[in-house]
């Protein structure tokens, strides 16, 4: 099926030529009778395969999160593979690409995972079952292949399943606005994000191309003004007070403020500036900002505002935007507490679901956990083991019917001394908009 460029795709980087899958060693965590592959797939793109002894004959492409914006290295899919063991521990085969370049791209990265999965038919024989999952960012990139590799319409598909995990769903423009609020409300309180001395630019840029400021400058800028990487008890009662501004503002967790920053500078800076032609798909006008007490109507009218570009957020939408349009039944697994993707992100994909008539072919389960990059073990298996039971008996899962059956693999997959399912069949989330203000 050919696939249309968007504005955010480039022309792919002088490639590596074709190679392997040669036999690697398996990383570490991966059960050592397994039998482990390398290759190049000839589009600027290196992979890992790991296939276990005892292989069910059914495969799991994964799309990792991100994105990078450095150069594809080999290593961030080793790292993905020894990440995601469990799922080689659990009898499924696993590949992952590290997609072709560097920096955002939803469409390009699910075409990389459409031709590793090419590789892998070609080398091992076509699985008797296919699965997409994908990871955060990533989970963006399964549900767009499941879109251009798997459509409504009864066409036939090298897939036959998706799952979602943490993932940054929803498309660009729904997922990183708050990033250009965090961006804003900071240069209020913060002024140092660019410094009074140094150029000023758009904030909705990331930082000019020739800047040479690095995440650790940035960090430490963040600690000067708010605190943030000392204990709470060294931090004064200015820094405090700005931290807590930007926080009721942003609503998201001190944890993960200056990760949210870096994104919201470097992956801006490649997003609008290399991808969309230095345009803006980002807007913020008329956002009303929560405040402490006392503050809102100071911050509300000194914070930048910015329009956003309309071609930008096409071409954005264009790009990473799901449709809906998939007949794959599809698990999506996300933390209650996710500080990086929103688990209120659930509810967009959804909406976008139902309005184009495959929420029916949709589960949704949540965990009542923190971390946003990895779940519990044995969380995962029980979604492929559920996902592929409805695949091949038709047997639909419920979120009270994947808590059970994550309880029945607490023994065989779970951390010693430590529960290892945190399910919650009954709960549900709060729209989008109740986490970032509607513009």
Not at 21 to 34: F, I, L, M, N
Not at 160 to 188: H, I, P
Not at 213 to 221: C, H, I, V
Not at 308 to 330: F, H, N
Request: charged share 20%; glycine share 10%.
């Amino acid at each position: 099926m050919a696939v249309a460029r968007t504005a955010v795709d480039d022309a792919a980087p002088r490639a590596a030529a074709r190679s392997g899958p040669t036999a690697s060693a398996c990383p570490a965590a991966v059960p050592q009778d397994a039998q482990c592959y390398t290759g190049a797939d000839g589009a600027g793109a290196f992979y890992w395969i790991a296939i276990p002894k005892d292989w069910n004959r059914v495969l799991v492409m994964h799309a990792h999160g991100g994105p990078e914006t450095g150069p594809p290295k080999l290593e961030r899919s080793q790292e993905d593979l020894s990440r995601w063991a469990i799922t080689v521990r659990a009898g499924y085969a696993w590949a992952g690409s590290t997609y072709r370049r560097g920096g955002y791209g939803v469409t390009m990265a699910a075409e990389d995972t459409e031709r590793l999965r090419r590789i892998f038919a070609a080398r091992f024989g076509q699985p008797r079952l296919t699965l997409l999952h994908g990871q955060s960012y990533g989970g963006g990139v399964a549900a767009k292949a499941a879109e251009l590799y798997a459509p409504t319409g009864g066409l036939q598909s090298p897939y036959d399943g998706l799952v979602l995990t943490s993932g940054v769903l929803g498309g660009g423009n729904t997922a990183y606005d708050f990033r250009l609020d965090l961006r804003a409300v900071y240069q209020y309180v913060c002024r140092n994000h660019p410094a009074p001395v140094e150029p000023q630019y758009p904030l909705w840029q990331g930082l000019p191309m020739d800047s040479t400021l690095t995440r650790q400058d940035l960090a430490a800028r963040v600690r000067d003004c708010t605190g943030v990487g000392l204990p709470a008890a060294q931090r004064t009662p200015e820094q405090a007070a700005r931290l807590k501004t930007i926080l009721t503002a942003v609503k998201i967790p001190e944890r993960t403020l200056v990760a949210h920053l870096n994104w919201a500078t470097w992956l801006f800076q490649d997003l609008t500036q290399k991808r969309l032609d230095g345009r803006n798909p980002f807007g913020n006008v008329g956002v009303r900002y929560d405040a402490p007490a006392g503050e809102a109507e100071a911050l509300n009218a000194g914070v930048v505002r910015y329009a956003a570009d309309p071609q930008a957020q096409g071409a954005l939408a264009a790009d990473s935007l799901p449709t809906g349009r998939t007949a794959l039944p599809t698990v999506t697994l996300h933390a209650i507490h996710d500080p990086t993707a929103f688990v209120e992100l659930e509810d967009a994909y959804r909406r976008i679901r139902t309005a184009a008539g495959t929420d029916g072919h949709l589960v949704q389960a949540f965990a009542d956990e923190r971390e946003h990059s990895y779940l519990s073990d044995p969380e995962y298996p029980a979604v492929f083991d559920a996902l592929v039971a409805w695949i091949d008996r038709g047997d639909k899962p419920t979120p009270a019917s994947l808590a059970d059956a994550c309880r029945g693999l607490e023994t065989r997959y779970g951390t010693a001394g430590k529960p290892g399912c945190h399910l919650q069949p009954d709960w549900r989330p709060q729209p989008i908009e109740t986490r970032v203000p509607p513009r």
